[in-house]
């Protein structure tokens, strides 16, 4: 699972981050090697806790041979029954490069979406590129919904305070994008005793080989620049594919009727996010050409990923979540 590093302290915890810019962006700091590897940023990491939390948490295996495990999130004190909380199986974002659910920002975001729901949390580790370029990480987040049919029901969590029947695939940003595929993968499979009942899909990372307007406005955007952008799709696609290949731009490369059966969808969004153009093309196209039952809320304040950083838009988001859960009967 790799080496975790306490940051918790008051300083670490506290202390406030400094102004996001162009030059401080993490995915501007990524130095690709000679030999095709990348040197990574650091960024604190924060182990998991099953004491003292209004949310506990704890990891599980998934597969040990491919270093994949599942962090799990349990709101602390559980609601009372009868009602049985929902479980909502997330992929962090990263560009398909970075970052893990222990990542102190991506930790607290699921701390957070668990309460807040509320909801069981299972956070995927799944692996990076370009070591383990796509479709490793499609692979990956199918066998977590594998997880939720073979595994889940034998966890003490999800057996004592999880409903199976209202499971839900969520992801953020290149998340976003592995639950789309995820949803592809495994549509067809009967996961008894669990049932995916959505896809949340917040700021899904899609992209083309034609710039939209708002990627083309994006070179000094904080949150995802231009050159970063397009340095994350050169490592994450697989050797030789364009940005039109169906992992980055399915509205263009993908039939319409590869998402006959997919469940209802929730695709959320930002609407100073440099991949809007592309997540309102592609809600639409989910929508009009797939028919699939969709919820659009792609126009909340804020830039791309700003609710790992801004409590406001977080709660946004999570009322999102909420209410689509809600609806589906939860």
Aim: hydrophobic residues 45%; contains cysteine.
């Amino acid at each position: 699972m790799g080496d975790i590093t306490d940051a918790t302290s008051p300083a670490a915890c506290d202390a406030p981050p400094p102004a996001l810019t162009k030059e401080n962006n993490l995915f501007m700091q990524i130095v690709v090697n000679p030999d095709g590897t990348v040197t990574r940023p650091e960024v604190p990491l924060i182990p998991a806790s099953d004491a003292g939390h209004d949310v506990v948490s704890r990891d599980v295996p998934l597969d040990a041979s491919l270093g994949t495990y599942l962090r799990l999130y349990l709101p602390n004190p559980v609601p009372p029954p009868p009602a049985k909380l929902p479980v909502v199986l997330y992929f962090h974002g990263g560009g398909f490069v970075l970052f893990s659910p222990a990542t102190v920002f991506y930790n607290a975001h699921c701390e957070a979406l668990a309460a807040a729901v509320p909801c069981i949390v299972a956070s995927l580790e799944y692996r990076m590129a370009p070591e383990h370029r796509l479709p490793a990480a499609y692979e990956d987040a199918a066998s977590a919904v594998a997880w939720l049919r073979d595994a889940a029901a034998a966890d003490p969590w999800v057996a004592a305070h999880g409903d199976l029947s209202r499971c839900y695939v969520m992801g953020s940003s290149s998340g976003g994008n592995m639950a789309f595929f995820a949803g592809l993968r495994t549509k067809a499979l009967d996961l008894s005793p669990a049932a995916v009942r959505g896809l949340l899909l917040h700021q899904p990372y899609l992209g083309g080989v034609e710039r939209t307007p708002s990627e083309a406005a994006s070179e000094d955007d904080a949150m995802l620049p231009l050159e970063a952008n397009d340095k994350l799709w050169s490592l994450a696609l697989p050797v030789g594919a364009d940005r039109d290949h169906e992992f980055c731009n399915p509205v263009k490369s993908m039939a319409p009727e590869a998402l006959a059966g997919l469940p209802r969808c929730l695709v959320t969004g930002n609407r100073d996010d440099p991949l809007i153009d592309r997540q309102r093309e592609f809600a639409l196209w989910l929508r009009d050409q797939g028919g699939v039952e969709v919820v659009v809320k792609n126009d909340h304040a804020g830039p791309h990923a700003c609710e790992l950083f801004v409590p406001e838009r977080a709660e946004e988001l999570f009322a999102a979540v909420r209410e689509f859960v809600s609806a589906d009967g939860a």
